[in-house]
């Protein structure tokens, strides 16, 4: 008798953590069978813009079968029925909700898909609320794996040899395979004065085996310029090295203190940038287009354009660098400039990362991030998985901002 009261609490309790995970599947199935259905206004609300034109494809043929998410529901059921009468076993309810939504999610041709659990998704949203700059050092995300975009000048990593391209290996001696951009954010915040010990890794060719060497860094308290910029020869070349809340006024104010020392051509260097703010990209796009497209949105059968906003302040020539790395809304800006042939664009291949990621917050404490639309240039030309192809190729990196200035002052 004992055993079979224990049975059967077991076979409840095990039921119970089945239907959680069933209702947890058919929540995201109706999430994404909702989200197809809505008009992408919020989303183009919640992405910071105010004023939009949004095109709705016909497409009469596009349907939800709601028969798809029963036979899930079914399934999933079944498996339910068999664990409550016959299971004698155990179930941990975290463990199996995280298991089940990751193998929901691979099922997904998103690559930027994934099922955070609510451990992991405070540590996103920590290191989002209070990214790390103490140690002088902007970070990046490619594959999952988080790498160094740009040192700061002066910094204590600059001084200690960590440059652009190097990959995190190791923090206070906890190595792991892979380190996430959020996970080595969070793990980085300190306080000023505190030291911390990274193992990094230089990647050699192709981005493979490469050398890996020590840093002690001591946190600094010391304001990064996000711009900078220099005039020789009547060219000013200006960098930018993140597209941050604040980047189009700055770049505004810069352009006029160029022109005031002389400045008849202007080169912008967009390498490097991982992405960024598509609101800033737009603005800084106005700041040489005075009317036209920006950039296209399309989410699912809805296309919406974005606007220069005519607030031009600029006319000199222009010459746009880009490299590999260069993603997200800087390769939209840099597809502005070109469609609208206000700019020449140098360099190589950007990474083709133009798409629109949404974390969306889950009712039992974690979260989904998904993919819910992607970028087309002005004439309409796809980025995400394809990139920007410059003007003129320069694969030599160390030439590619000799002969943009070249270019530039040829354009006088």
């Given at each position: 008798?004992?055993?079979?009261?224990?049975?059967?609490?077991?076979q409840?309790?095990?039921?119970n953590?089945?239907?959680?995970?069933?209702?947890?599947?058919?929540?995201?199935?109706?999430?994404?069978?909702?989200?197809?259905?809505?008009?992408?206004?919020?989303?183009?609300?919640?992405?910071?813009?105010?004023?939009?034109?949004?095109?709705?494809?016909?497409?009469?043929?596009?349907?939800?079968s709601?028969?798809?998410?029963?036979?899930?529901?079914?399934?999933?059921?079944?498996?339910?029925?068999?664990?409550?009468?016959?299971?004698?076993?155990?179930?941990?309810?975290?463990?199996?909700?995280?298991?089940?939504?990751?193998?929901?999610?691979?099922?997904?041709n998103?690559?930027?898909a994934?099922?955070?659990?609510?451990?992991?998704?405070?540590?996103?949203?920590?290191?989002?609320?209070?990214p790390?700059?103490?140690?002088?050092?902007?970070?990046?995300?490619s594959?999952?794996?988080?790498?160094?975009?740009?040192?700061?000048?002066?910094?204590?990593?600059?001084?200690?040899?960590?440059?652009?391209?190097d990959y995190?290996?190791?923090?206070?001696?906890?190595k792991?395979?892979?380190?996430?951009?959020?996970?080595?954010?969070?793990?980085?915040?300190?306080?000023?004065?505190?030291?911390?010990y990274i193992?990094?890794?230089?990647?050699?060719?192709?981005?493979?085996?490469?050398?890996?060497?020590?840093?002690?860094?001591?946190?600094?308290?010391?304001?990064?310029?996000?711009?900078?910029?220099?005039?020789?020869?009547?060219?000013?070349?200006?960098?930018?090295?993140?597209?941050?809340?604040?980047?189009?006024?700055?770049?505004?104010?810069?352009?006029?203190?160029a022109?005031?020392?002389?400045?008849?051509?202007?080169?912008?260097?967009?390498?490097?940038?991982?992405g960024?703010?598509?609101?800033?990209?737009?603005?800084?796009?106005?700041?040489?287009?005075?009317?036209?497209?920006?950039?296209?949105?399309?989410?699912?059968?809805?296309?919406?354009?974005?606007?220069?906003?005519?607030?031009?302040?600029?006319?000199?020539?222009?010459?746009?660098?880009?490299?590999?790395?260069?993603?997200?809304?800087?390769?939209v800006?840099?597809s502005?400039?070109?469609?609208?042939?206000?700019?020449?664009?140098?360099?190589?291949?950007?990474?083709?990362?133009g798409?629109v990621?949404?974390?969306?917050?889950?009712?039992?404490?974690?979260?989904?991030?998904?993919?819910?639309?992607?970028?087309?240039?002005?004439?309409?030309?796809?980025?995400?998985?394809?990139?920007?192809?410059?003007?003129?190729?320069?694969?030599?990196?160390?030439?590619?901002?000799?002969?943009?200035?070249?270019?530039?002052?040829?354009?006088?």
């Amino acid at each position: 008798m004992e055993h079979a009261s224990q049975k059967n609490k077991l076979q409840k309790r095990n039921a119970n953590i089945i239907k959680v995970v069933g209702v947890c599947i058919v929540a995201i199935a109706l999430f994404v069978a909702g989200f197809m259905f809505r008009g992408n206004t919020e989303l183009l609300t919640a992405m910071g813009f105010t004023s939009f034109t949004t095109k709705q494809e016909a497409n009469p043929g596009q349907t939800v079968s709601g028969n798809t998410y029963n036979s899930l529901s079914a399934r999933v059921a079944e498996v339910q029925g068999i664990i409550a009468n016959d299971s004698v076993d155990t179930y941990d309810l975290n463990a199996a909700t995280t298991a089940t939504l990751d193998a929901f999610i691979k099922t997904m041709n998103d690559p930027y898909a994934r099922y955070f659990d609510a451990s992991s998704y405070q540590t996103y949203l920590s290191s989002v609320s209070s990214p790390s700059t103490g140690i002088g050092v902007l970070f990046g995300e490619s594959d999952g794996s988080c790498y160094v975009v740009d040192v700061f000048e002066g910094s204590e990593a600059a001084n200690m040899g960590v440059l652009p391209g190097d990959y995190v290996e190791a923090i206070d001696g906890e190595k792991k395979d892979q380190w996430s951009l959020p996970e080595v954010t969070n793990t980085l915040r300190r306080d000023e004065g505190e030291t911390v010990y990274i193992t990094w890794r230089r990647p050699g060719k192709d981005n493979a085996g490469g050398t890996t060497f020590n840093t002690s860094l001591r946190y600094e308290n010391s304001p990064e310029t996000n711009i900078t910029y220099s005039v020789t020869n009547g060219i000013a070349y200006i960098e930018i090295k993140q597209l941050g809340s604040d980047c189009a006024e700055v770049l505004k104010q810069t352009i006029a203190q160029a022109a005031n020392e002389g400045a008849s051509a202007l080169v912008l260097d967009l390498r490097n940038i991982p992405g960024g703010y598509l609101t800033q990209a737009v603005e800084i796009a106005s700041l040489f287009i005075q009317s036209g497209t920006v950039v296209q949105i399309k989410s699912g059968d809805t296309t919406t354009t974005k606007t220069a906003d005519g607030a031009e302040v600029t006319n000199l020539p222009l010459v746009v660098l880009v490299n590999e790395k260069t993603a997200g809304s800087a390769e939209v800006l840099a597809s502005a400039l070109q469609d609208s042939q206000r700019a020449t664009v140098v360099g190589v291949q950007t990474q083709g990362k133009g798409s629109v990621q949404v974390m969306q917050p889950l009712s039992f404490g974690g979260a989904l991030r998904y993919t819910a639309a992607t970028y087309l240039s002005p004439s309409g030309r796809a980025i995400d998985g394809v990139g920007v192809t410059p003007d003129v190729v320069i694969t030599n990196t160390e030439r590619q901002v000799p002969i943009a200035l070249e270019i530039a002052a040829s354009n006088r």
